[in-house]
């Protein structure tokens, strides 16, 4: 992607790179943060899809926690079939229509839903064919290992990736809004360019705070 000069005096736009599911709850919030971050600072975000169905492969889980696997290919298909068609600059709208509806509005995941999420980001119905083919998984499983191969086999979504430093995080609630948004995104970037640095971790006491 080409960049614009920065005028004297301007700073230059910082692109991040998102890759996320719509079903993850965290990753939800992240992404809301960082559409904060945006009207902040001087930040654009670039959207990628990654996937917990493919995460998840081959790992001992519960029968409740499969089904829900299951479930979650339909969103993340869809999110490809739609940046495959129109580019991936529609990923953004695509991705909060899904999740409003998901996460704000506990609406059911199924493929009714789906296809309102669509109608909501002005995008074709058809698109919702892809929900539940296999056409798009190559495509899919490519750009989830594209954020595994950032951050590790060991972490899960979302990956954020700004100006060479990815990491998995941040997992925070509720989402931080207006300059609590920008300290946060300073202080994240701080930390994930110290060389070396690798973790910070505390056993989470609250659910998903979604408003």
């Given at each position: ?132 083919s296999t056409e798009y998984d190559e495509a899919l499983r490519a750009s989830h290992a594209e954020a595994m191969k950032l951050v590790g ?32 995104w300073d202080g994240v970037r701080l930390v994930a360019g110290t060389d070396g640095f690798f973790e910070l971790k505390r056993t989470r ?7």
């Open positions: 992607m080409t960049q614009s000069p920065a005028q004297p005096g301007e700073q230059e736009t910082t692109y991040a790179d998102m890759w996320f599911d719509p079903a993850c709850p965290w990753a939800w919030i992240t992404s809301r943060w960082l559409v904060e971050v945006e009207k902040v600072r001087k930040v654009s975000v670039r959207w990628h899809v990654m996937s917990l169905g493919v995460l998840n492969e081959g790992r001992d889980l519960s029968e409740q926690y499969k089904e829900s696997l299951a479930r979650s290919w339909q969103a993340v298909r869809v999110c490809v079939a739609a940046e495959q068609r129109f580019g991936p600059e529609v990923l953004g709208g695509l991705y909060t229509a899904l999740g409003t509806r998901f996460h704000n509005n506990a609406e059911p995941r199924t493929l009714d839903t789906v296809r309102a999420a669509l109608a909501d980001a002005g995008l074709p119905a058809d698109l919702a064919d892809a929900a539940d086999e060991d972490v899960g979504t979302p990956v954020v990736q700004v100006e060479g430093a990815s990491f998995f995080g941040p997992v925070v609630t509720p989402v931080p809004r207006g300059e609590d948004a920008g300290k946060l006491t609250r659910d998903p705070i979604f408003d």
